[in-house]
């Protein structure tokens, strides 16, 4: 199986701030890589799918890049409405496995 | 415009089974390219993949269920079913049904509220 680390699993940030979340896949998978957003009580949220490529209607201030191995998710100008938990997927391989999940909390 | 929804009996003893259903619209089993998955999340815990199935009928599963889990579609009703064998208390979770198309690189862009599973000892 293919192993997601994810980090930090949580982070203290500012309104306006950026911030960065990264996962490292234990063998490489190409960018066969999503993120979602999961706010309290309710279903996840496909942000970034492809590594980078940006999910229909999402603002533009969510962004993803790498490829392999390494993969950087980052959010630029955080909004009060993005503290809440991301997560990563790998869909290279089954089981198609998932990051341990990042909180975000405001400063 | 895509839907989709999970049911399930809520409340069951350990050892039983549990049966799922994701009852969906907005796109079919039919066209290629076009997959559901299962997903589910212990109370304040993360998610974790449990299977998927694809529009030809292939299917993977998540193998540290033990061949517990099943899944299987009925295309013509839109619906896909999750069975998970001899359940325990580490079973209790909320489950999620999503859509996955190839285009989004297998991505999950479509999810359902979710449905809530306690196992009971």
């Known amino acids: 199986d293919i192993q997601m680390t994810q980090s930090p699993a949580s982070q203290s940030a500012s309104l306006g701030e950026s911030v960065t979340i990264t996962c490292l896949a234990s063998q490489t998978i190409g960018t066969w890589l999503a993120w979602y957003q999961q706010k309290p009580g309710k279903s996840p949220q496909l942000l970034i799918y492809?590594?980078?490529s940006l999910a229909d209607g999402v603002p533009s201030r969510f962004s993803g890049s790498g490829s392999g191995t390494k993969f950087s998710f980052k959010i630029s100008s955080l909004q009060a409405e993005d503290f809440v938990s991301y997560y990563c997927?790998?869909?290279?391989?089954?089981?198609?496995?998932f990051g341990g999940g990042t909180k975000l909390e405001i400063k | 415009q895509v839907t989709l929804k999970e049911s399930g009996p809520g409340i069951l003893q350990t050892s039983q089974t549990l049966n799922l259903t994701c009852s969906f619209s907005g796109f079919s089993l039919n066209t290629s390219g076009m997959g559901v998955g299962w997903i589910r999340q212990p109370s304040g815990k993360g998610l974790e993949w449990l299977a998927h199935i694809w529009w030809d009928d292939v299917k993977r599963h998540n193998p540290a269920l033990k061949s517990r889990v099943t899944i299987s579609k009925d295309t013509s009703s839109s619906q896909v079913f999750l069975k998970i064998a001899s359940v325990g208390t580490a079973d209790s979770a909320t489950y999620y049904c999503?859509?996955?198309?190839?285009?989004?690189?297998?991505?999950?862009?479509?999810w359902g509220q979710g449905t809530s599973v306690t196992v009971s000892s």
């Open positions: 492809g590594a980078t």
């Open positions: 997927q790998q869909l290279y391989s089954s089981p198609c496995t």
């Open positions: 999503a859509r996955i198309e190839d285009g989004y690189y297998g991505a999950m862009d479509y």
